[in-house]
C-alpha cells in the first residue's frame, strides 16, 4: 500500500482555515496540534515553517515540515477538506455552528530527487515576521514570500505559485527553505501529471480528489467520521490527541493501490 515513490519521503502539510472568522481559525490551530501530536507519536522530526495567528485567536494558516520515514505515504490521507460541528464557545447563544478547514500535503523533496527550477520565473518579497504585538515582533524583515510562474507543460496553463517562510530570523535560511518547499510543490505537480495518464478509476479520483470534504468531526454527538472510507469512531478526545492511525489505515486499505 506504500510502494510508490514519493510515499518514502517526508510531507509538508499546510493548513487553511476556511470562510467564517474566528470559530474556523480556532478549528485549524485544532487540526495543527491534532497532527503535531501525531507525529510525536511516530517519533517524526515536525519543523514550523510558516505560522499566522488568527484576528482573534486560532490560525489562519499554518505550514508544517514532516521528515521521517514514510511520513508522506501515511499523511497523504489527510489532503482535503475537514469540517467541524460543534456547540461554539464564542457563538453567545450557544448554537451549533460548523467550520471549515482544508489542508494540503505534499511529498517534501530530498536531494536525491531533481527538480528543474527556472530562475527567471522566481521573484520574492521580504516581510516582518511575528505575530500580532509584543516583544517577539520582528523589527527586520526576515520573513520572505516567494512567487513562482509555473506552466503545466501539458495543457500550456500557467499559475503563481506562493509560498511564505518566516521559520527563522534569517532571511537567507528561510529563503533557502522557501526553495525546497518550491522544489516539493514542483515534484508533487510532477507525480500529478503521472498520476493523471494512467488514472483509470475515476470514481475513485472524484473521491480522493484535493477539495473534497474527506472527514467530519462531530463533537457533540461523540463521532468523527471519515466520508472516503466510512470509518468512524466515537473517541473524539483521542483523535484531536493525534490517534488518527486508524483512519490513516482505512484509506490505504482502500485507495493504497490505486
Known amino acids: 500500500m506504500l510502494q510508490a515513490e514519493e510515499d518514502r519521503l517526508g510531507a509538508v502539510l499546510k493548513i487553511n482555515s476556511g470562510a467564517g472568522g474566528t470559530e ?12 503535531q501530536r501525531w507525529c510525536e507519536h511516530k517519533d517524526y522530526k515536525v519543523t514550523v515553517t510558516n505560522w499566522q495567528d488568527g484576528d482573534d485567536a486560532g490560525i489562519k494558516t499554518a505550514t508544517l515540515q514532516v521528515e521521517g520515514e514514510l511520513a508522506y505515504g501515511f499523511l497523504k ?11 461554539s464557545p464564542y457563538n453567545a447563544q450557544g448554537k451549533r455552528m460548523t467550520s ?16 528543474e527550477v527556472n ?13 500580532a504585538g509584543g516583544q517577539n515582533v520582528n523589527k527586520v ?9 509555473y506552466t503545466d507543460p501539458d495543457t500550456g496553463e500557467t499559475e503563481e505559485i506562493i509560498i511564505e517562510n518566516t521559520e527563522t530570523r534569517s532571511q537567507l535560511d528561510n529563503r533557502e527553505n522557501a526553495m525546497r518547499l518550491l522544489r516539493s510543490q514542483l515534484y508533487d ?32 454527538d461523540r463521532r468523527v467520521k471519515d466520508h472516503r472510507t466510512n470509518y468512524q469512531t466515537s473517541d473524539v ?10 483512519f490513516i489505515k482505512a484509506y490505504l486499505m482502500e485507495f493504497g493501490g490505486a
Open 24 to 35: 474556523s481559525q480556532d478549528w485549524a490551530s485544532m487540526l495543527a496540534r491534532m497532527y
Open 77 to 87: 490521507s489527510e489532503n482535503g477538506v475537514h469540517r467541524l460541528v460543534r456547540v
Open 100 to 115: 471549515f478547514a482544508s489542508v494540503f500535503v505534499v511529498p517534501l523533496v530530498d536531494e536525491s530527487i531533481e527538480i
Open 119 to 131: 530562475p527567471a520565473n522566481i521573484s520574492w518579497d521580504t516581510f516582518r515576521s511575528g505575530g
Open 141 to 149: 524583515e526576515t520573513g520572505v514570500r516567494l512567487r513562482y510562474d
Open 189 to 220: 505537480k510532477e507525480l500529478a501529471r503521472r498520476r493523471k495518464a494512467q488514472e483509470a478509476i475515476e470514481d475513485t479520483k472524484k473521491k480522493i480528489e484535493w477539495g473534497s470534504q474527506i472527514r467530519s468531526y462531530v463533537f457533540d
Open 237 to 246: 478526545d483521542g483523535v484531536m490527541d493525534g490517534e488518527i492511525d486508524d
